[in-house]
């Protein structure tokens, strides 16, 4: 199970972290590649970020690059993403998910689980 939260209102250059707990039966946290998607209105659901079950290994969509970071904790079980300097198209619901595999993914039809989803509004 998965649990999004840390989104909210803010204006355009302001920062926001999102967290996603995750609660694992029968395996570890460190079992699960995990990433974070976002869907705008009326758009498809896109990835945003990902990262591997040790985290050494990132992924980023390039519109967020050099803005967002994506980082996990294993000792708290919970997945996040630093975004700075936001603008107001990253406005979007985002999720969290997770993957079971040796690799991550940036398909969302590859991950597993999904946390309910956190809105972002960013106003200018």
């Known amino acids: 199970q998965l649990q999004a939260s840390g989104g909210g209102v803010v204006q355009a250059g302001d920062s926001l972290r999102l967290s996603c707990a995750a609660s694992?039966?029968?395996?570890?946290?460190?079992?699960?590649?995990m990433a974070w998607f976002r869907q705008a209105p009326g758009k498809e659901r896109e990835i945003v970020a990902a990262?591997?079950?040790?985290?050494?290994?990132?992924y980023y969509t390039d519109s967020v690059k050099g803005r967002f970071t994506i980082s996990r904790d294993s000792a708290k079980n919970t997945l996040y993403m630093q975004m700075n300097s936001l603008k107001p198209e990253d406005t979007a619901v985002y999720y969290c998910?997770?993957?079971?595999?040796?690799?991550?993914?940036?398909?969302?039809?590859?991950?597993?689980?999904w946390g309910q989803g956190t809105q972002v509004t960013v106003s200018s």
């Open positions: 998910a997770a993957r079971i595999s040796r690799f991550y993914s940036t398909r969302r039809e590859d991950y597993d689980y």
């Open positions: 694992t039966s029968g395996r570890i946290f460190g079992d699960y590649n």
């Open positions: 990262i591997s079950r040790s985290g050494s290994n990132t």
